[in-house]
């Protein structure tokens, strides 16, 4: 996915509050921990987390949107502080277009940076009060949760819908239903709000983990701002793998096992993998379950009055399923 939401409403207002207070909070007596931290933060993004807590706060009270910033900020600094742990785990060599922190550094600056973005967000989180403070710890420990499980799947081929579906609810879904849920209660919304404004966010997640699990398949490098074929590298089975190692032992699954396994790495072989996953229908069958996610989380906003801001919620829905181009 690009770093611009390919949607009709002008949220760059909002984009530049997030991003100036992030660059306020950021700053601390150690300049180098200062230059890391904005060095990841500045490396861009679609901040699509905290624009989703501004919508949802703002749908939901008269209170200007400044009193659910820093609950916004929280979200993306877990998010960015994630990412920078993923790509020390991946050995990725990039991030957004730019060398991955750890590339950029060392890795163990690039792990204290990420735990001091943990820490900001968690004292930022806490300034909402109890609830929503056990909310962002929550959404931290969902994290950790899922990337041990997916970690100790690497490899499995064996592996089932049902375990990848629980790797992406906790590592991607539970964080964006946290975040609208964390915005609901800051604004004092009644519980069925709470609940529908996490059920449509979590769908969300889900929705933009499987796509982005298919661009990392049919992606453009130059489009999504990051290499393609690395769950191939990492041996990370997605869903569509899963699908596609259903069928029968046929050379084609026989040479995705081997990519996946690491057993074969070269490029030939990989696109042979690629070709495969689309012409035997697992790309599409995947893009169908992100739909029926997207349709979910829909389906959860149907009693919220119409506001320009649910309409704007809508339209990133359905930008996530835009992104691909097959």
């Known amino acids: 996915m690009s770093d611009t939401l390919n949607i009709s409403i002008d949220l760059s207002g909002k984009l530049s509050l997030i991003n100036r207070r992030i660059e306020e909070v950021l700053v601390t007596d150690n300049t180098d921990l200062t230059e890391m931290s904005l060095y990841n933060i500045k490396g861009g993004g679609k901040r699509l987390r905290p624009l989703i807590v501004l919508l949802a706060f703002e749908m939901n009270t008269d209170r200007d949107i400044s009193n659910a910033l820093d609950l916004a900020v929280a979200y993306e600094l877990m998010h960015s502080a994630s990412l920078i742990h993923d790509d020390i785990i991946d050995e990725a060599e990039e991030r957004r277009g730019q060398p991955a922190m750890h590339r950029k550094y060392n890795v163990q600056d690039a792990i204290v940076t990420g735990d001091f973005l943990f820490s900001v967000a ?112 990492h041996s990370a089975l997605t869903l569509p793998m899963i699908y596609a190692l259903k069928n029968s032992q046929s050379p084609e699954t026989v040479n995705l096992k081997n990519v996946i396994r690491g057993n074969r790495t070269d490029k030939e072989s990989i696109n042979a993998a690629k070709n495969y996953l689309l012409s035997c229908g697992a790309v599409d069958l995947a893009l169908e379950m992100a739909k029926h996610y997207i349709d979910e989380g829909i389906g959860a906003m149907r009693y919220a009055k119409n506001s320009p801001n649910l309409q704007t919620l809508f339209e990133i829905a359905y930008s996530i399923i835009s992104r691909i181009r097959i």
């Open 122 to 233: 968690y004292r930022l989180g806490a300034k909402y009060g109890r609830e929503v403070s056990d909310s962002v710890a929550l959404a931290a420990r969902k994290l950790a949760e899922g990337q041990i499980t997916e970690s100790k799947n690497l490899g499995n081929l064996n592996i089932t819908e049902s375990i990848y579906m629980n790797i992406i609810s906790n590592k991607t879904a539970y964080f964006f239903g946290a975040g609208a849920r964390s915005a609901t209660i800051a604004a004092e919304a009644d519980m069925e709000t709470q609940k529908n404004m996490f059920k449509f966010a979590y769908n969300i997640g889900m929705a933009f983990q499987i796509t982005d699990d298919i661009l990392d398949i049919v992606g453009k490098e130059e489009v999504i701002g990051k290499p393609t074929f690395m769950d191939f590298k």
